[in-house]
Structures are given as C-alpha cells and as structure tokens.
C-alpha cells in the first residue's frame, strides 16, 4: 500500500525565518511530487511540483527531490503570518493509468509573528 | 480565468436523502477526481475519470456514484447518506495523469 507520511506539526517559525516541511513516501517508483497548501476550511491550492532529484525553486519557495531517500521536502524563505496553513505532500505513484495522487495528513505550520 | 467550480458550497441533507454535488472546469482537463475529506485528515480519493473512463477506488463505498456527462461536467450522486459522509468533498482535475491537479472550492456537506 502506498504511504506517504508527515509530521502531523504543528511546527512553529519565527517571521522572517526559514520553515522546512518534510515528507516520506513508501512507493520506490514513484514519479511526481506535488505541495499543496490548505487554509483551514479552505480546498488545497498548489504551490510547487517537482519530477527530478535536486532543487526547484519558485520565489519564496525551493522543493527539493531526493528519490534514492524516498525524501521530499518544501522550503518556504523569508517566512510570513499568511504562510501559516496546512502543507499536504501529495505523490503520484508508479501504477499506471489515470489514477490519483497520494496525500499525506499534512503538516500544520505556524508562523509567529 | 480558467478555474474549477462547485455547487453547492454548502449541502445540508437528511439521513439517507439522495443528494448530487456538482463540479465544472473551464481548464479544458481531461481527467476530473472526486476526493472526500474529513477534519484533519488527508483527501481520500473516491473515484475519477480519464475523459469517459471510469476508474472506482476499491475502498470507495457502493452508495457513492459519479457521472461525468462531458468533458466539463461531474456529478457526485451519494445514494443514502449517512452521519460518516459528512465531510469536505473535493473536485479536481489534472491535464493527463501525474500532472497536477487543481482543485475546487469543495462542497461542505452536512447530514442530518
């Protein structure tokens, strides 16, 4: 069965401050990697994807890839009250045909102002 | 702007009153999902649809349906709702498979 697991949090961040989220996944052979973040009461929004090992950046925040550590984690810089919500990992995995995606519990972060 | 709608926002229904939540997409995709999720816990697939193709999660239960009429268009028909399917209903949909997905605002359903 596929997992995809996160600290369920919450992790608390300093304003200004970096917040590094991580997330594990059980399925070796999997191919996409997607955060979302979710206000609460709110649908996921996409904020990054990333297909291949190393770092994508994208303003304020860098997915880094590590397919051999089954390891993906989102970097949110400069770190803002509004960024406080819900960041789900969601995973696409090898099997094939139109199936969806994986998503982890979440973790919940706040930022203190 | 292209984007995914759902109606309603919010459902309130009667224990075992047939109920249909409704999702539109303007982005042209050719897959459409139906995800439920309940507080503090990850969506839960249900089903979804590649263009016509049907595609059933095992552990998705038999009172749930879904119909997609056209490429815009799907319904999420629960038969006999119970006090569990009250939950947070999500569509999304995807360009092709693994590609991201875009979800709508969700439709909040409550049973009574």
């Known amino acids: 069965q596929k997992e995809v697991e996160q600290n369920s949090g919450p992790l608390s961040v300093p304003e200004g401050a970096i917040a590094s989220l991580n997330c594990t996944y059980s399925d070796r052979g999997s191919q996409s990697f997607f955060w979302y973040r979710q206000y609460s009461g709110k649908s996921p929004e996409l904020i990054m994807f990333i297909y291949s090992n190393g770092d994508k950046e994208d303003g304020r925040f860098t997915a880094q890839l590590n397919k051999a550590s089954q390891y993906v984690s989102l970097l949110i810089r400069d770190s803002q009250p509004s960024d406080s919500a819900t960041y789900l990992c969601?995973?696409?995995?090898?099997?094939?045909?139109?199936?969806?995606?994986?998503f982890g519990k979440g973790t919940h972060l706040i930022i203190q102002p | 702007d292209a984007m995914v709608i759902q109606n309603p926002r919010y459902q309130v229904t009667q224990f075992g009153k047939p109920v249909t939540l409704s999702c539109s997409q303007t982005?042209?995709?050719?897959?459409m999902y139906w995800y439920q999720q309940k507080s503090s816990q990850a969506p839960k697939l249900l089903f979804h649809y590649y263009d016509k193709d049907f595609n059933n999660e095992a552990d998705t239960p038999d009172n749930f349906q879904s119909r997609r009429p056209n490429t815009s268009f799907c319904f999420l028909d629960i038969r006999s709702p119970g006090l569990g399917d009250a939950a947070m209903y999500l569509c999304?949909?995807?360009?092709?498979?693994?590609?991201?997905?875009?979800f709508g605002p969700g439709t909040r359903l409550l049973v009574l």
């Open positions: 969601a995973v696409k995995g090898s099997g094939g045909g139109a199936d969806g995606l994986t």
């Open positions: 982005l042209n995709h050719n897959v």
């Open positions: 999304a949909t995807s360009r092709s498979t693994g590609e991201a997905q875009y």
